[in-house]
């Protein structure tokens, strides 16, 4: 069986993208069980976006559809899309700055 040939910076990037992703996971997660709560602090939208923007996409679309929260929202949506290019962009210029060590 062929090795799976990854260099250290394509390692980091996936454990960056895992980590921030289970978190955003997790941020959606305790936001949504905040929202049921009368008078309790809340998860701010910038800090869901950036955090998805920032690694956590994947996670943050999977809290999006497993606690059903902000889906509704359209204005999220749309920054949530927004937050997805960012994290393309970040996530190629990543892989382009991984592939020159």
């Known amino acids: 069986m062929d090795k799976l040939n990854l260099h250290n910076g394509h390692l980091f ?21 905040r929202a049921g709560r009368t008078g309790a602090r809340r998860i701010s939208e910038s800090t869901l976006l950036l955090t998805s923007a920032f690694g956590g996409w994947p996670g943050g679309l999977i809290g999006i559809v497993v606690f059903r929260h902000k889906s509704a929202k359209l204005s999220f949506k749309v920054k949530f899309g927004i937050a997805f290019f960012v994290w393309i962009a970040l996530a190629v210029g990543a892989l382009k700055l991984a592939a020159q060590f």
């Open 13 to 33: 990037l996936l454990a960056w993208v895992g980590g921030t992703s289970l978190w955003s996971f997790l941020l959606f997660g305790f936001d949504k069980w």
